[in-house]
């Protein structure tokens, strides 16, 4: 198994408030003593995971930098994959060139969430092409909204009815190897369609033949980190979050 860190994105709702020009992409955020980068890195160490594809685009010789260190540390093998016109991509792109030479069970992050540990550890455990949904969140207008009938995805996107969504894919998916093939074809398919589309889409696509999971969240906290909002509320929950992350010390 490998790890697939989004990173390439430049934050620009966030950098309203915080100087990103300076700390770098989203995942360099420090929160309660550590980066998220580190935090993902040491969470997927702990499955014995020994290679991680970073995609970069805005000030990446930042990550680079911080990823030096995290090798030394955590013993880790760092790909770090330019995104070239991050600029003018979206997340299908990032993905897309993330998982080229990957044919392992991958676990793919967006570079911005801050996340309770249990929530990864149920994903994994799940041994199967899944994603986890938050559940119990009151929904807004902004939330990437699933809706889920009969184990397959109906609905999926900003713009499902709040009333209708069974609840918000949160940025934090599983793909096991058989299904590989299948997952690039349909990202080239979208970033052919469209290249600011988001990957998620790939999801209702995959959930067709029911082979689909779905981790819930059931209460445990977690957010992505978009604006100044986002990033205070992930202060408020990182104590908790962390709490069965012995690993990361």
């Known amino acids: 198994m490998i790890g697939v860190i989004l990173a390439a994105g430049r934050g620009q709702r966030l950098s309203r408030d915080i100087d990103l020009e300076k700390i770098g992409p989203k995942c360099l955020l420090t929160i309660n003593g550590y980066t998220l980068l580190e935090r993902m890195v040491s969470d997927l160490v702990s499955f014995d995971v020994d290679t991680i594809n970073i995609v970069v685009g805005y000030k990446a010789d930042l990550v680079q930098r911080i990823c030096t260190t995290l090798e030394k540390k955590f013993g880790i093998d760092f790909n770090l994959v330019q995104n070239e016109i991050?600029?003018?991509?979206?997340?299908?792109?990032?993905?897309?060139?993330?998982?080229?030479?990957?044919?392992?069970d991958v676990v793919i992050f967006n570079g911005d969430m801050l996340?309770?540990?249990?929530?990864?550890?149920?994903?994994?455990?799940?041994?199967?092409?899944?994603?986890?949904v938050d559940n119990k969140k009151t929904l807004t207008e902004e939330s990437f909204k699933v809706r889920i009938a009969d184990g397959?995805?109906?609905?999926?996107?900003?713009?499902?009815?709040?009333?209708?969504?069974?609840?918000?894919?949160?940025?934090?998916?599983?793909?096991?190897?058989?299904?590989?093939?299948?997952?690039?074809?349909?990202?080239?398919?979208?970033?052919?369609?469209?290249?600011?589309?988001?990957?998620?889409?790939?999801?209702?696509s995959l959930s067709q033949n029911g082979d689909l999971a779905y981790?819930?969240?059931?209460?445990?906290?977690?957010?992505?980190?978009?604006?100044?909002?986002?990033?205070?509320?992930?202060?408020?929950?990182a104590g908790v979050a962390d709490r069965t992350r012995g690993h990361l010390r």
């Open 86 to 104: 991050y600029l003018s991509t979206n997340t299908a792109y990032s993905l897309h060139i993330g998982l080229n030479n990957v044919y392992d």
């Open 115 to 132: 996340y309770d540990y249990t929530i990864l550890n149920n994903l994994i455990e799940m041994d199967q092409t899944a994603i986890s």
């Open 152 to 204: 397959r995805i109906d609905e999926m996107g900003k713009a499902v009815p709040i009333e209708n969504a069974t609840g918000e894919f949160i940025g934090l998916s599983m793909i096991v190897r058989k299904e590989l093939q299948e997952t690039k074809r349909l990202l080239k398919l979208l970033v052919d369609d469209n290249l600011n589309n988001y990957y998620d889409f790939i999801y209702q």
């Open 215 to 237: 981790s819930f969240t059931n209460g445990l906290r977690w957010t992505e980190i978009d604006d100044i909002s986002d990033a205070t509320y992930a202060k408020s929950i």
